[in-house]
């Protein structure tokens, strides 16, 4: 892990959405450092996706409102109650990349046209440059014969190619950060590992700090330097990837990395966690995951502070370290 | 640049896969050639040697057909054909400029009520329902009656008594797009709303907006009819295929031609521009081959 003053910071994002009682994003902080990939794991509905909105500054105004949340960017600061993420930073130093790749191009306008949208908009180029720009970048991300894909539209590419244009077209003006929701979770598994492997090879060649949000732990063992796992809008865990992997201490971390099917090893029945994540309505008070935790205790209806529990890695959770826990529980 | 543009040498550029899938749409084409051709007749009738379609000539009212009069003449004596050509002047004029009327204010309207949603939303939908309230017939004449009898009032009185339908279908349909994620994506890459809206929405909410004006502006040529038969619209002795239409009513027993021909160009404009409303929006989408 590349040892820098972070690209970006997040501290302290708080978020709720209009009509719910409790937080949807709490006291969420993160960090990234410029060639590194920090993974954001969590189950659906956890508040990953929300946290990357806020941060490009993409939540529809007056659907949220942001409690607090101080996002520093290059040494820019930004205090999300106030300031606007400024659109020149989307698309330009900050990039994104959604889910479906399937749905997120204009279907009208051919793909060269709207990658050359995006550099025009961001360098003020000349349409000739920013066609030449979008040719390198789609011969960038790997896509056959870009001359010819240049003028074709959304419709005559698959799942993974369009994915590829999606990446050419955040990656078109050279971000420093680049956010991906869920890049690979609508692409099958043999294209998945390829996109994977290209924004891997793209962010080790340009040096971009990148956030990848997943819910695929393999995806995070596969390119994470760090990890961050969140539960009901909580960070609870977050630190080096191979600690998390191996020396996991939040509750819930442990029951993820034992739910992961392995092939090795003798045949059983996959471990899952019990219960379901609450809804937001029902979220419990203090350590939102004690209602399936096993070690849950009295001490756990006050929110747990993060403790530190090695170098970088830090738990929320009242009993961490680890064999703390093991002795409270017998 | 030498280098795409050899490349992409081979493709046929956007203007010519359009046209060329428009030529293969058999029926588009039909409707493409109908109202071409009363766009040229009225385009040309000045110079068309044909007699001035306000002359009367009582010697000769209500004759059918013949070698003097091809369309017969009317209950005073006037040349239906030149009438008739004349008359479609008048005619696609108000079609046209009317339903332009209702595109160009209802369109920006319903696209700014639909994506900023809001209380602007609300303002220009409860205006729009208020509207929609009164029948658009009703609506036209009162409209016309308020601002005075001209064929140009008659264009404006339709022109906003259609403005609400492109209002609320273009809401409605924004409301649809606006969701879609390539419009996030677009946010995302930092286009300024300005864009996003002449960019992403517009062109992706055009289809059903270009089908409902074509069928529109069969229904504002025949609305056009409507006013100038309650003398609100083209004024005697000026003619339009609707006050003739109106007129040749009465005479249907002893002179049915005076009404056959109107009749027939009236339907064969609408046919026109519905066929070619439909094929404009096949050949415009590309997903569609």
């Given at each position: 892990m590349p040892d820098q003053s972070p690209l970006l910071s997040l501290s302290k994002l708080s978020l709720r959405f209009k009509g719910q009682p409790v937080c949807a994003v709490e006291d969420v902080s993160l960090s990234v450092a410029a060639g590194e990939i920090l993974c954001v794991v969590g189950e659906s509905g956890c508040?990953?996706?929300?946290?990357?909105?806020?941060?490009?500054?993409?939540?529809?105004?007056?659907?949220?409102?942001i409690h607090g949340g101080v996002m520093t960017f290059d040494g820019q600061a930004f205090d999300l109650t106030k300031d606007r993420v400024p659109s020149d930073l989307r698309g330009g130093r900050i990039a994104m990349i959604f889910q479906e790749p399937m749905t997120s191009l204009n279907p009208v306008f051919r793909v060269g046209e709207q990658i050359a949208e995006s550099v025009q908009r961001h360098s003020g180029c000349s349409r000739g440059d920013a066609r030449l720009r979008s040719l390198e970048m789609l011969r960038c991300v790997g896509l056959p014969s870009p001359?010819?894909?240049?003028?074709?539209?959304?419709?005559?590419?698959?799942?993974?190619q369009r994915q590829r244009v999606m990446i050419a077209m955040a990656l078109a003006n050279d971000p420093r950060l680049l956010i991906a929701d869920e890049p690979t979770t609508a692409l099958d598994v043999t294209i998945q590992a390829q996109i994977l492997n290209l924004i891997r090879d793209l962010q080790r060649d340009t040096g971009m700090g990148t956030i990848m949000i997943t819910h695929d732990l393999g995806v995070v063992a596969d390119v994470a330097d760090t990890v961050a796992v969140m539960y009901g809008g909580h960070i609870v865990e977050s630190g080096p990837m191979t600690e998390i992997f191996e020396n996991p201490q939040h509750p819930y971390t442990i029951g993820l990395m034992a739910s992961v099917p392995r092939l090795s090893g003798p045949r059983q029945r996959l471990t899952t966690i019990n219960g379901t994540v609450p809804s937001i309505r029902q979220m419990p008070s203090g350590c939102r995951f004690r209602t399936r935790c096993a070690f849950a205790a009295e001490t756990c209806s006050t929110r747990p502070a993060q403790a530190e529990v090695g170098p970088d890695h830090s738990v929320a959770c009242h009993f961490a370290p680890l064999e703390q826990m093991l002795k409270v529980a017998g | 640049m030498a280098l795409v543009d050899q490349d992409t040498a081979d493709l046929p550029a956007p203007e010519n896969r359009v046209w060329k899938k428009f030529r293969g749409h058999s029926s588009a084409m039909l409707g493409g050639v109908l109202v071409t051709f009363f766009l040229a007749v009225a385009l040309l009738a000045p110079i068309l040697p044909i007699p001035d379609p306000a002359a009367t000539d009582w010697g000769a009212v209500r004759q059918a057909p013949s070698a003097a009069h091809w369309?017969?003449?009317?209950?005073?004596?006037?040349?239906?054909?030149?009438?008739?050509?004349?008359?479609?002047?008048?005619?696609?004029?108000?079609?046209?400029?009317?339903?332009?009327?209702?595109?160009?204010?209802?369109?920006?309207?319903?696209?700014?009520?639909?994506?900023?949603?809001?209380?602007?939303?609300?303002?220009?939908?409860?205006?729009?329902?208020?509207?929609?309230?009164?029948?658009?017939?009703?609506?036209?004449?009162?409209?016309a009656a308020f601002l005075g009898p001209s064929l140009t009032n008659a264009m404006i009185a339709i022109g906003i008594s259609a403005t609400p339908l492109f209002i609320r279908l273009t809401r409605g349909q924004v409301i649809n797009v606006k969701v879609e994620d390539y419009v996030e994506s677009a946010r995302a890459i930092g286009l300024p709303t300005r864009l996003i809206l002449s960019r992403y929405i517009f062109p992706n909410v055009l289809p059903p907006i270009l089908v409902q004006a074509t069928l529109t502006i069969a229904t504002a040529i025949i609305a056009e009819a409507s006013l100038s038969f309650l003398g609100l619209g083209q004024q005697p002795p000026a003619p339009s295929w609707g006050s003739m239409l109106n007129t040749a009513k009465n005479f249907l027993n002893q002179a049915p031609w005076m009404a056959l021909y109107p009749g027939i160009a009236i339907f064969l404009v609408v046919l026109g521009f519905n066929l070619l409303g439909d094929g404009l929006r096949d050949a415009l989408d590309p997903r569609e081959h």
């Open positions: 508040g990953k996706s929300v946290t990357a909105m806020a941060l490009m500054g993409l939540l529809p105004p007056g659907a949220a409102e001359e010819r894909l240049l003028d074709q539209y959304p419709h005559q590419f698959s799942g993974g | 369309m017969g003449t009317d209950e005073i004596g006037r040349d239906v054909l030149s009438r008739m050509i004349w008359g479609a002047q008048a005619s696609l004029l108000a079609g046209v400029i009317s339903v332009g009327i209702a595109v160009i204010i209802g369109v920006p309207l319903g696209i700014i009520a639909g994506y900023f949603g809001g209380w602007i939303d609300a303002v220009i939908s409860r205006c729009t329902e208020a509207l929609l309230a009164a029948p658009f017939l009703i609506l036209a004449i009162a409209l």
